[in-house]
């Protein structure tokens, strides 16, 4: 009941930037962390950036600076700006959400959900 749908990735060359969005929609009753991970082939997926709901964020040492994360909270949306960007850059982005997709029992219930990623190539 919870989906989670990127847009923005492409190419780019070198010292470009791009946006990426990620809009959470279903039924969602609450949203503790919103991040991006990518996987470049051959390598294990790795966070690139998250930010939490109290908008505390956190950032891979090798985006630090060229990144930035933010969060729109009334769009359930999730962004990522990405300037510099460098041929290492290269990978399939994957918006992350922690979610509480089920309110039983008076309790909530919590699960990760990922989107189905969206290609970023840096190449000039």
């Known amino acids: 009941q919870v989906q989670l749908v990127e847009s923005g990735g492409g190419l780019a060359q070198p010292g470009g930037s791009l946006r990426l969005s990620c809009a959470a929609s279903?039924?969602?009753?609450?949203?503790?962390?919103m991040g991006w991970y990518r996987q470049a082939p051959g390598k294990q997926r790795e966070l690139v950036a998250s930010?939490?709901?109290?908008?505390?964020?956190n950032y891979a040492d090798s985006v630090q600076g060229r990144f930035t994360i933010s969060r729109d909270n009334a769009r359930n949306t999730v962004y990522l700006q990405m300037n510099s960007l460098k041929p290492e850059d290269t990978a399939v982005y994957y918006c992350?959400?922690?979610?509480?997709?089920?309110?039983?029992?008076?309790?909530?219930?919590?699960?990760?959900?990922w989107g189905q990623g969206t290609q970023v190539t840096v190449s000039s």
């Open positions: 992350k959400a922690d979610g509480a997709h089920t309110y039983y029992g008076g309790k909530y219930y919590w699960e990760d959900y």
């Open positions: 279903g039924t969602i009753f609450s949203i503790k962390v």
């Open positions: 930010m939490s709901s109290d908008t505390s964020t």
